[in-house]
């Protein structure tokens, strides 16, 4: 879901449902993804939400696990793939260590003003596994 407000001389943008996949992380044999790198070692999944890739991994008798936790980062930028990139880095920096191979950014909010990007994420930890244990 995309919704674009736009006020004088704000401009709002939201966006939710973006889905990060590890590089090297398992998948369903006939699962196909259209991905696109976003940051070394992560993938950006194209044209699928949460909702969407979990139905579709459960149809291949694999688990899409939301692990405990929301993440937050707010960052100021010029431009918003740059600004994104940079509040993904920072929830990654916190959950380094942690298990998971994949990440729900689940609310993106841009506020521009005077030129810059004003940024604001929220992110769940999220694993795709085969069995019902979250492993590796």
């Known amino acids: 879901m995309t919704e674009s407000i736009v006020t004088s001389p704000k401009q ?3 966006e939710t449902g973006i889905i990060l ?3 090297g992380a398992l998948l369903p ?4 993804i259209e991905s696109e790198a976003f940051l070394p070692g992560w993938h950006m999944v194209k044209n ?3 909702y969407t890739l979990n139905r579709k991994i459960k149809e291949a008798n694999w688990n899409f ?3 405990t936790g929301e993440y937050k980062a ?3 930028g010029r431009a918003y793939p740059g600004a994104l990139r940079s509040a993904v880095t920072r929830i990654l920096a916190k959950l380094r260590g942690r298990k998971f191979n994949s990440l ?9 003003f005077v030129g810059l990007a004003f940024l604001s994420i929220s992110a769940n930890r999220r694993h795709i596994q ?3 244990k979250v492993s590796p």
Do not use: A, C, S, Y
């Open 12 to 14: 709002q943008f939201q």
């Open 21 to 23: 996949i590890r590089d």
């Open 29 to 32: 044999p006939d699962l196909t």
């Open 48 to 50: 699928l939400d949460g």
């Open 65 to 67: 696990v939301r692990l």
């Open 74 to 76: 707010r960052v100021v």
């Open 104 to 112: 729900e950014i689940t609310v993106v909010v841009l506020k521009r």
């Open 130 to 132: 085969g069995g019902l």
